[in-house]
């Protein structure tokens, strides 16, 4: 199985996650906020963390390779990125965390409610670096569904 551990996200992770080519500084915003990188044998498997827009309201994002996507490590990935996001949310006081999914990527649509993110918030046209769109999914921390609003 190997090797797994979490570690705080570098900028080189990015790179070995997404593949060249890549421009030198790619990665390099997600650095500046809190972040993590799941390894196993020392090989990265996915990145993840939160965007902080200001004070309360974050952005999530995580990149899977091909390596993390692998059945047998699905269950460490999720509970990594599940763990470190609500570490994050708890330490910096988060009241909303967004993200953006491809509308048409069911898989990942599945996994953010599974991690939380239980209210669509809007479709977003024209949004993706191929010009699919995507919808805003969030999560409210300490909300009952009944309180979202």
Known sequence: MGERRVVPYEPAHYIEAVGPPQPVDAGQF???????????????AA?????????????????WTTLGQEPRHRRFIHRAVRDGLWRIIAARGLYR???QIATECWPARLWAHHLGFTVDEGDMALYGPNRESYTQVVLFPGLS????P
């Open 145 to 148: 569904a009944k309180e979202i």
């Open 97 to 99: 965390v967004q993200a």
């Open 47 to 63: 990145c993840a963390g939160i965007i902080i827009r200001w004070a309360g309201v974050g952005e999530a994002w995580a990149i």
């Open 30 to 44: 997600y650095a500046t906020h809190p972040a993590w990188t799941a390894l196993i044998d020392d090989r990265v």
